[in-house]
């Protein structure tokens, strides 16, 4: 799971150019949300461990933190990274 974040980090900043100036997504507070919310996805699904399935919740958080045009992809982004799949376009 912890990869799958990381690789979800690396898509944005790297495919997609996002950084400080154009996205909210490398923020200090977006990872640590991220954290919270992917854990607490297991947690209503009955389980103590999270897995990349959970990473489906970065939908919900990336919403107004990244370019629209960005997040009209991210249903296969993070599809594609839940597959662990490395590009996601």
Avoid: W
């Avoid at 490398?26 to 999270?50: G, M, P, Q, W, Y």
């Avoid at 919403?63 to 045009?69: D, G, L």
């Avoid at 296969?76 to 490395?86: E, F, P, S, T, V």
Wanted: glycine share 2%; proline share 2%; hydrophobic share 40%.
């Amino acid at each position: 799971m912890q990869e799958g974040l990381a690789n979800f980090a690396t898509i944005m900043i790297e495919d997609f150019g996002l950084n400080e100036t154009n996205s909210l997504i490398t923020d200090r507070t977006f990872f640590v949300k991220a954290l919270k919310l992917i854990r607490s996805h297991a947690l209503l699904n009955e389980r103590d461990v999270c897995s990349r399935e959970d990473l489906d919740v970065l939908r919900y958080m990336t919403a107004f933190r990244v370019p629209p045009e960005v997040y009209e992809q991210m249903d296969n982004i993070l599809r594609n990274i839940i597959q662990d799949k490395k590009k996601a376009r």
